[in-house]
Structure formats: structure tokens, C-alpha cells
């Protein structure tokens, strides 16, 4: 049987078999080390190797102290930092750590202790003193800065008190001054850096659908995406907004935006499904936008989100169609009621009342619509950045305008 002392050595000749990635700064002028990563890229992987090698000396940094373990909740910081398939308890090759949730604590065979602390609670962090620190999911934290501001106050054992951030960026701004400071060290990672470890079909699924847009940018490549200069809406503020199921909805109403031609390079068919509820709150439920289709594909597709989710009608702008729109439509199911609304004013000056009712908090999205919200966070009074038309956009600002804005209109077939 080997020793422990064989043990830690080959540990530490394998750096605990991690990427380069996933192993700290070669240089030792650092204070804080920040790991961006996209989802299941293995921050949390590094950052339960880190926290062992530290508390079991196999880094040279003297574990003379406690080490904080700072997560959104206590049940991350248990069920991901701690007994998760990455945490530190599942990946300790040697002198493995007891967990106490009673004191919320871990507890090392040599005496080292790592204490859990929830970022719901920063004044828990006033008062206790630390060596190092794990801190997770910064950009989730609910009360990121005042939780960050103690525990510095407490980072101060030691001779040179360190701390690891695992996180998938947001452009919040303490985020953005940590890649500023000088005593920061700043290391990528990729979803499919770690793709050894994830199941393919997961991989090909969320390639295929977040590829090449900033949502995917962000939680796959782990770039910081920051909102455009001007635009109506923000990465952030759409997060804090979405839901994952809409309530009992009173209305529902299926928005098209028809393109001008069905050439192969024509704009696409915005086709934006949405509700409100009785307490004038609007949801987004699915964009099913067609690209360079014909009148025909963009009318069935449009037509056959009414009858899927039981919409009250179909909401058409009509000033690049005219009655083309109302007569495809009504070719392929007459008994669709449809509404035929006319542009009298530009898209950003229609656009801005909506994105206020998204800053009262009254407009929610039920899951995600990567594209649909690209274009949102791109969307300025210059128009997209693409110059392309926003037509997912479009479709979406009829549908709330109409469900919270106007009142409620008895739609009509056009006769043709």
C-alpha cells in the first residue's frame, strides 16, 4: 500500500490530472484568480482541486487558516462545491474531508476547516478571518458586492491570502473591475474545452441551437458579453425578467412580421408567440421565426402556432404586404381571425414604450430565445449592428403593444 506521502506526490506530479486550464497561475504576484468558464467547462472541478491541494499543503501556500467556501445558497455550495460530481469530497485522492452541515463546515484530517458561506448573508462574513477563498457563480450572487467588500475584510491570514472565483460571466460591474485589477489573473474556458467529460448529443444540441449568438457566447465560450452602447435592452435585465413557466394567460396572440419578398436573401418572417394575464403582466412564450420563406411556409407556420397554442388571433403588420398577407393566410385556413396593424411610426419609436414595460418588470420571457433576445441587446435608433431588419424583434414589440397597450380589439378576417 502506498503512503500518503507516495500518494501526494503523484498528485501533485499530475497537478491532480487536470487542463492547464483548470491549474493556478504559474507566477505567484496574485491576490485573485479568475476563472471564466462556460457551462460544464470544469471551473468548479478546479476550483475543488485548488481548495484540497491548499488545505492538504500540496500547494505551497501555508494552510494556517480557515478557507471560505462563499456560493449563491447553502445548498450550492453543498450540492455543487462540496458533494457534487466535481466537488471536493468526490476528488479528494487523499485525505479526504469530512463534511458537517450542522456547522456547515468541512474539516480535513490535519485540522483544516473550509466554512460555507451564503451570498443571501454578506454580514455573516463580517467578522471571521481566512487564508483563502472559493467563491462560485460570482456573477449570480444577489449581493455581489457587499458579499465581495467582507470578505476581503477577512481575507488576511497567511503571507499571501488568495482566492479563486469560478464563474460564468455577466457584465455586472464588480466583475468587470476584478478583470481590471492588477492583482487579478484571468484564464478562459470553454464548454467544449471539457468535452471528454459531456454527453455528445448535449454538445451537438446546444452547439446547434446557441451557436454564433452572444447567449451562446457567454454560456459556452465564457466571453463577457457586454450590452451595446445605446440598445433598449440588456443581457441582465432579460435574465432577471425570465421565468420558467407563464401563469393562467387571459389572452394569447400570435405577432408576424412578413418579409417584403421571398427571395432566398429577403429579411425573415418575424413570428412571435405571446400573453398577458389579468394582472397586465406579458409573456413571451416562443419565437418561431422562419427565414427565407415563401408567403406560404411563413402563413403555415404561423397559423399552425394558433391552433398549438389556442391563440385568440393573429397579428400581422400589413405595410410591406398589404392584403398579400390577409389573402395568404386565409387561403390556407380561413377561419383564422386576423389582425392587420399598420407601421405609422419607425421600429426603434415603437420599440422604446415596450422596452420600458420590460423595465417596470411587467414583459417576462418563459425560457430562453437566444436570437429573438440578440437582437433586442443589439437594437439601437441606428437599428441592428448587422443592418440587417429586426424582424423577431418586430413581431415581438407588436405582441406586447398589442396585449398591454391597446385595448382589447375584436380581431377581423379580412374579406377577400
Known sequence: MRSLAT???????????????????????????????????????AGSAWVHAIATGLLRVAPIGPIALVGETFADIREVMIEGPAGICA??????????????????????????????????LRGPQFSAAWCDELCKWPYAQECWDMLQFGLRLGDNPRQLVTTTPKPIP??????????????HMTTFENASNLAPSFLAHVNERYGNTSLGRQELQGELIEAREGALWNTEQLENLRVTAAPQLSRIIVAI??????????????????????????????????????PSKWASRAIGEFHAWQADMLLAEVNQGGEMVASVI???????????????????????????????????????????????????????????????????????????????????????
Open 330 to 416: 386565409r387561403a390556407i385556413d380561413a377561419t383564422v381571425p386576423v389582425l392587420s396593424v399598420h407601421a405609422s411610426r419607425g421600429k426603434y419609436l415603437r420599440a422604446e414604450p415596450v422596452a420600458a414595460l420590460y423595465e417596470q418588470g411587467r414583459v417576462h420571457h418563459v425560457g430562453v430565445m437566444p436570437e429573438l433576445e440578440d437582437e433586442m441587446c443589439d437594437f439601437t435608433n441606428e437599428g441592428l449592428s448587422t443592418r440587417r431588419s429586426p424582424d423577431r424583434l418586430d413581431a415581438c414589440v407588436w405582441a406586447i403593444n398589442q396585449l398591454l397597450m391597446q385595448r382589447p380589439t375584436k380581431p377581423r378576417i379580412r374579406t377577400i
Open 174 to 187: 464588480l466583475l468587470k473591475m476584478l478583470m481590471a485589477d492588477d492583482a487579478t489573473r484571468l484564464t
Open 257 to 294: 412580421d412578413p418579409p417584403a419578398t421571398s427571395k432566398s436573401t429577403s429579411d425573415a418572417c418575424g413570428i412571435v408567440v405571446a400573453g398577458c394575464d389579468e394582472a397586465g403582466h406579458a409573456y413571451v412564450l416562443a419565437d418561431r421565426t422562419v427565414k427565407a420563406a415563401t
Open 91 to 124: 476528488n479528494a485522492p487523499y485525505e479526504r474531508p469530512r463534511y458537517e452541515p450542522t456547522r456547515r463546515r468541512l474539516l480535513w484530517p490535519n485540522g483544516i476547516v473550509a466554512e460555507a458561506y451564503s451570498a443571501h448573508d454578506p454580514e455573516r
Open 7 to 45: 500518494v501526494k506526490k503523484v498528485a501533485a506530479s499530475s497537478t491532480l490530472n487536470l487542463r492547464q486550464s483548470q491549474r493556478p497561475p504559474g507566477d505567484s504576484n496574485w491576490r485573485t484568480w479568475l476563472l471564466l468558464g462556460g457551462r460544464g467547462s470544469g471551473k468548479t472541478r
